[in-house]
């Protein structure tokens, strides 16, 4: 191994044409000579083992002579997945514990290991069941996986996912986020300690992580389930009830958690976003105050369609009156929405899709930050095989299924990233319906034989190749919203890729007050909030795009030139020139220290500018 990490930095300092197609060749050099057939060099191992050496083996790194420019270069090639961190942020995606859901939506998977709608074969439910559901054992463990693969984790957007966040009670859900934080804050070598001893006790409870026991000891229920002889909150309720599924939890108080926030402001792995996922009935004045003072900033929400009759077919109980009501709530907290939109539900054609999508991404009711368009599939828990066996849904043919995607994607502004198109569901739980992992592929090549233009984020985005910051020009789109005038500023390339922007909402405080759904006080109390008053705009989401720069190391990609700062200097002209005088922000806890230095202090569950 040492010898072809040695071969890899002489080549660099040569300044040789070193890519992925020298590297292999390199590796299958190296295997042919040790003659006895055995691999003694796997590519995948090549980074963990020249990470490990550099921080472990300071000396030998040191006889190896690696000037900066060459180690960047040399974890750059060797890195895996590069865009796990080509958005600017590493992702930590994390599961909270089984647990019913007060919803009963007949598209919804009802797999008795997951929380309600995951199924366990999906990739993050995977890595939480083996985590036993610990929010600490799942950021370590993706810490040291990311951290094997090269990528750099001092900036972390956790995502938590896990049916309906609000279901849970409010004591597990601090614990949940304070152990998330925890994780991070600690030192390499605490958290692996505390990750040893967690699953220790795990161990010494006999609670099971491997998934052949796993499905071995839910197949009887699960059969249940599948036969419509007991829903799922039934069999939660007899598999789980009265028995402690997750860790030893530790009652955490607020105070606590915001120990632990302060202590993220300043750690070497900070918090830049926290995002959970919910139902819209579930946003309330209540739910959004509580997740801003866990530290939240972006919610995912259910919608999956406007269509009132489609809402009602699909067992939603809720309407599209009461959607807009949670986006202009979530909108009014600073929250970023994430939006999940379905295709093909149960009563849909593609020409109500088609309809039903452009009413979302044009009327000013919704208009959502970010959407994940998930086609319709069909799974054995799911109560939609009764509907599917009865021949009352089927599942679009591909062409129709990437007929109404296309429209989707020209259809979707410029200020809304189509994050996802298919969910995680493995092939072989899918009974009836899209089976292609490479949907999204599939829909961007006929997106880009029709020849039209694409708007929406995700495809303009710089991602890996970074951008040159002197041909970088700042525009602003100006949108309306029911209770808000939304600017979106972007800085953008000559080519029209986008490489960061900034979403300042002015907010029209007479709607905002007509839309308001409750005013009872709870946690934070009344005055310590900072809940924008009238004449305060506020800013929602900040994001530079380029690989993930170290937090005190520059040299790479577009973060670090000052975009960032930029775009907030902007934001507050704009606030300003409009009339308002205070501009709020919805920092995340690890990019406080960011916004003071900008002039922003630190005011409840916000921070805020002055502007005159
Ligand atoms: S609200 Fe979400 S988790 Fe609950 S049943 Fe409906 S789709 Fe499933």
């Keep these: 191994m040492e010898e072809a990490i040695l071969e890899i930095i002489a080549a660099l300092d040569a300044g040789k044409a070193v890519d992925a197609v020298w590297l292999d060749k390199l590796v299958r050099r190296h295997n042919r000579a ?45 890195q895996a997945k590069p865009r796990r961190t080509a958005s600017g942020v590493a992702t930590i995606t ?73 279901d849970y009670p409010e004591a597990y859900q601090r ?38 026991e796993l499905a071995r000891s839910t197949a009887a229920i699960q059969q249940r389930i599948n036969t419509g002889e007991v829903g799922y909150n039934e069999a939660w309720r007899l598999v789980y009830g009265d028995r402690e599924t997750s860790a030893p939890m530790a009652e955490l108080s607020w105070d606590d958690l915001f120990a632990l926030h302060r202590v993220n402001e300043a750690a070497g792995k900070r918090v830049v976003g926290l995002v959970v996922e919910t139902r819209p009935d579930l946003v309330t004045e209540q739910s959004c105050r509580d997740l801003r003072a866990l530290g939240c900033t972006k919610v995912q929400v259910g919608i999956q369609s406007l269509n009132d009759d489609l809402l009602a077919a699909n067992g939603r109980a809720i309407t599209s009156a009461r959607i807009a009501q949670a986006l202009a709530l979530l909108r009014r907290y600073g929250f970023k929405s994430h939006i999940h939109f379905m295709v093909n539900l149960l009563g849909a054609t593609p020409e109500s899709d088609l309809a039903d999508y452009r009413r979302l991404v044009t009327d000013p009711a919704f208009l959502p930050d970010e959407v994940k368009l998930y086609p319709c599939c069909l799974v054995e828990s799911a109560r939609l095989t009764d509907c599917f066996e009865a021949g009352r849904w089927r599942p679009y043919t591909e062409e ?41 592929q599939i829909v961007e090549a006929a997106v880009e034989q029709s020849g039209a233009l694409v708007q929406e984020i995700r495809s303009r985005e710089i991602s890996v190749e970074g951008a040159e910051v002197d041909d970088l020009a700042l525009e602003t789109i100006v949108y309306q919203t029911a209770t808000t005038e939304e600017h979106f500023l972007q800085w953008v390339t000559p080519a029209g890729k986008i490489a960061g922007f900034c979403r300042l909402s002015l907010p029209d405080w007479r709607a905002l007050e007509r839309g308001s759904s409750d005013s009872r006080a709870s946690y934070p109390p009344e005055g310590h909030c900072g809940l924008p008053a009238p004449g305060e705009a506020m800013i929602r989401e900040v994001h530079v795009y380029g690989k993930v720069a170290a937090l005190h190391r520059t040299g790479e990609g577009t973060q670090h030139l000052g975009l960032g700062r930029k775009l907030v200097e902007e934001a507050c002209a704009q606030a300003r020139a409009a009339g308002y005088t205070v501009l ?29």
């Design 175 to 212: 614990w949940f986020i304070g152990e998330l934080f925890r994780a991070l804050n600690a030192s390499d070598e605490e958290r692996t300690r505390t990750a040893a001893e967690r699953r220790a006790w795990y161990e010494e409870q006999g609670l099971p992580r491997e998934r052949e």
């Design 584 to 612: 709020n922000v919805i920092s995340a806890v690890g990019t406080r220290a960011y916004y003071r230095n900008l002039g922003f202090e630190d005011a409840g569950l916000y921070q805020k500018r002055p502007l005159s």
């Design 400 to 440: 129709e299924l990437v007929g109404v995607l296309v429209d989707d994607v020209l259809a979707t502004p410029p200020w809304t990233r189509i994050s996802r198109m298919i969910r995680d569901i493995s092939a072989t739980d899918i009974l009836a319906g899209n089976k292609k992992t490479n949907l999204r």
């Design 34 to 78: 040790a003659h006895d057939g055995t691999r003694q060099v796997a590519k995948r191992r090549l980074l963990p083992y020249y990470l490990r050496v550099r921080a472990e083996e300071p000396a030998r790194w040191a006889s190896w002579n690696v000037s900066e420019a060459t180690d960047a270069a040399l974890v750059r090639l060797l």
């Design 94 to 166: 994390v599961l909270t514990k089984p647990w019913a859901c007060s919803g009963a939506c007949v598209f919804c998977p009802s797999d008795i290991r997951m929380p309600k709608s995951y199924l366990s074969d999906e990739p993050a439910c995977q890595r939480a069941e083996r985590c036993w559901f610990d929010p600490y054992l799942q950021v370590a463990a993706r810490l040291r996986a990311l951290t094997d693969m090269g990528h750099v984790t001092d900036k972390v957007e956790l995502i938590v996912l896990g049916g309906t966040w609000s």
